[in-house]
Nanobody, 125 residues
Framework: QVQLVESGGDLVQAGGSLRLSCAASGRSFSSYNMGWFRQAPGKEREFVAVISASGGNTYYGDSAKGRFSVSRVNAKNTVYLQMNSLKPEDTAAYYC??????????????????WGQGTQVTVSS
């Protein structure tokens, strides 16, 4: 089992950047594919990005392509989401999630076993 704690959410102006972190506790972090999702009020949870267990492969949702970058440092049990050129529509609670590799890329909520509590990102216009 793994516990996930996100951090780095903040209030930022449009065009700005943020880096979210997700720290994992427990064993075998390097065995998990790690995903990022987001959920805005009144909307369904949306896939943002996923990174493979080794960090060698990444995949992005349409809203993240070209602006966001996912990375991980397995020695630190941490996965990151670098967000650039932020827009007001990026405002949401951002969640990290973990799963054993199943069918790449894991883009569905149902693909993931463990979830963090979320961190709030607010982008002002």
């Amino acid at each position: 089992q793994v516990q996930l704690v996100e951090s780095g959410g903040d209030l930022v102006q449009a065009g700005g950047s943020l880096r979210l972190s997700c720290a994992a506790s427990g064993r075998s972090f390097s065995s998990y594919n790690m995903g990022w999702f987001r959920q805005a009020p009144g909307k369904e949870r949306e896939f943002v990005a996923v990174i493979s267990a080794s960090g060698g492969n990444t995949y992005y949702g349409d809203s993240a392509k070209g602006r966001f970058s996912v990375s991980r440092v397995n020695a630190k049990n941490t996965v990151y989401l670098q967000m650039n050129s932020l827009k007001p529509e990026d405002t949401a609670a951002y969640y990290c999630a973990a799963t054993f590799p199943r069918r790449w890329p894991e883009r569905s909520n149902n693909d993931y076993l463990y979830w963090g509590q979320g961190t709030q990102v607010t982008v002002s216009s």
